[in-house]
């Protein structure tokens, strides 16, 4: 990770766990407690995530863990206290600003960044006219500095977002996910934006509803591909076996 100008990303901690059940070959999973600040808004980020799941959050202008899920469970409160988290960002603000003035010395560090990819896609199987969900899912995010819009038939939508903080992942970047109530219709077209601001970078993502087949429909089809294949099945072993009947009598013929 570099840092450019004041525009570098500290990440002050990264806590990984191998947990898994005893066998030949278990399986490994991560537990991370991630800290970051940077110039960029948010300045202070700090997530605990289990396998790229989003398991808390902390709010530090109200000092407390939110869960990544609405329904999850509350954080333990006996476990890091809102203060010793404020020592920790106070820290952190205290190393980025160290590392900025080194990495903008006579040889500056050149800036890691990541181009965000986005991808988009229901909650649930599509049934239209039904309400949804639809998932707008970031990936390679960094720095953790993106925002996360929607349009409906190129009209901008905010009612029925949720926003999710971001969350560390293996490679020491972020991802984000943005969810959006629908109900989708033939002939919409819904689009997610992710937009860096300080570098004016953005990357959309499209998602039209497909219009399912009826399981009757469908039912018919199979059949009718049943039907033909097996026709064709017969008429070519017919075939063959024609072949072969005058082949034989060719060589009886010859004799």
């Keep these: 990770m570099g840092a450019a100008g004041g525009r570098g990303v500290l990440v002050a901690a990264l806590l990984g766990a191998a947990l898994g059940s005893v066998s030949a070959d278990p399986a490994v999973h991560t537990l991370a407690e991630v800290l970051f600040c940077q110039?960029?808004?948010?300045s202070l980020g700090l997530t605990l995530a289990f396998d790229a799941e989003q398991l808390f959050w902390f709010n530090f202008p109200s000092s407390k863990w939110l869960p990544g899920l609405p329904d999850g469970p509350a954080w333990p409160?006996?476990?890091e206290t809102p203060d010793e988290l404020l020592q920790d960002a106070s820290l952190c603000k205290d190393l980025l600003e160290l590392l900025t003035q080194i990495a903008t010395g006579p040889l500056p560090i050149p800036e890691a960044k990541g181009i965000p990819v986005a991808d988009v896609f229901l909650l649930q199987p599509l049934q239209l006219g039904h309400p949804n969900t639809l998932v707008c899912m970031v990936g390679n995010v960094f720095p953790p500095a993106i925002t996360i819009s929607w349009q409906r038939d190129g009209v901008p939508v905010t009612e029925g977002?949720?926003?999710?903080t971001y969350t560390?992942?293996?490679d020491l970047g972020f991802m984000r996910f943005s969810y959006l109530a629908v109900t989708p219709r033939t002939g919409d077209i819904y689009a997610c934006i992710v937009t860096r601001e300080r570098d004016n970078v953005s990357v959309l993502a499209y998602w039209v509803p497909q219009n399912p087949?009826?399981?009757?429909?469908l039912g018919t089809a199979v059949c009718g591909a049943v039907m033909a294949l097996g026709t064709l099945m017969a008429l070519l072993g017919l075939g063959l076996l024609l072949a072969a009947r005058r082949r034989t009598h060719g060589k009886w013929g010859q004799r």
Aim: charged share 30%; no cysteine.
């Design 39 to 42: 110039p960029d808004k948010p």
């Design 77 to 79: 409160e006996a476990i």
């Design 168 to 170: 560390p992942t293996e």
């Design 213 to 217: 087949a009826p399981s009757d429909v």
């Design 161 to 164: 977002v949720t926003d999710v």
